[in-house]
């Protein structure tokens, strides 16, 4: 068979895994303090031009976001993210389980505006009646999206400058974020850390075993965060786990030289279904590939190929997702188009 599903199919890059037998049996503090911590902390911060910011390792992208949004929130505030943002429908609830409702808003292919926002929270706050309302205190977007896209530097700028009008934090959930620095794209790491209040660098999907990187970027860390860490049960007692692993991605920029490898696949398997004449669902940019199938198509081919099925496109039509990840075997690539 071969894997198209996800980006989070293998276990971790080579150099991940040879970084974490080589430290081993070292004798190391536990709950991230350590040495690779402050190492890999210390490689984020340069990476992200930004020497004061405050940087914390947590196991799993859900946890990430739901710890960092609950931090951040008052307990009367909601967090406002597009329709199809991931904390609003795949994960659970898990924002809503710490009290804090999300609060959608329109969105054009996975994208939320500083218009949208702007003009939710005009109406938000000319409703004589808005502190009998849950309180929008936070603007949530990922990088890429849902579908893959791309927001570009001035519709972060723009986003941003909202945000602070209104002064509510911008987070940026960087699940693929390797995969958004490897694509044609204006913006970088720096540029994030500038605009979004907090964001996190995406290890789960981008070559690592699991774990993701919270950047705070204005000295804005909430207070005892490593406390709420520990009582969402987000804290690993190893934590040298998460700062060996980021240790060896932000190494000789492993960590962007592996989005590309995914990007350069993805772009060869784009440029085939274009060839072939398939139909696209939508432009994606990154490693996340959307296209629209016919039914009977979709068994043929899921006997040789794993993919996902991600929503109906019409009784006899389905949209599926093919992704390509850092472990992408050209070969693999070769094959499948071979199938179509």
Known sequence: MLY??????????EKVLKHLIDTNMEQLSGYGHDTY???AKQK???ACACPDAEIFFISGGTQTNQIVIDAMLQGYEGVIAATTGHVSGH??????????KVLTIPQENGKISAEEIKKYLTTYYGDASYD?????????????????????????EEISAVCHEYD?????????LGYALASETDVSLADIANYCDVFYIGGTKVGALCGEAVVFTKKNMPKHFFTSVKQHGGLLAKGRL???????????DLYFEIGKSAIACAKKLKDAFRDKGYTFYLDSPTNQIFIVLENQKIDELQKEVVFGRWEKADENHTVVR???SWATKEEDVERLIELL
């Open 168 to 176: 509510i934090p911008l987070y940026l959930d960087g699940a693929r």
């Open 37 to 39: 911590c402050d190492l």
């Open 132 to 156: 009998h309302m849950v309180f929008p205190g936070m603007v949530y977007i990922t990088h890429p999206t849902e579908y893959g896209t791309l927001y570009t530097k001035a519709e972060l």
């Open 4 to 13: 198209f599903e996800n980006d989070y199919s293998e276990g971790a890059h």
């Open 322 to 324: 093919f992704v390509t």
């Open 242 to 252: 998460l700062g060996v692993q980021f240790d060896a991605l932000f190494t000789d």
């Open 91 to 100: 994960e659970a609830g898990a924002i809503e389980f710490t009290g804090h």
């Open 44 to 46: 984020i911060k340069e």
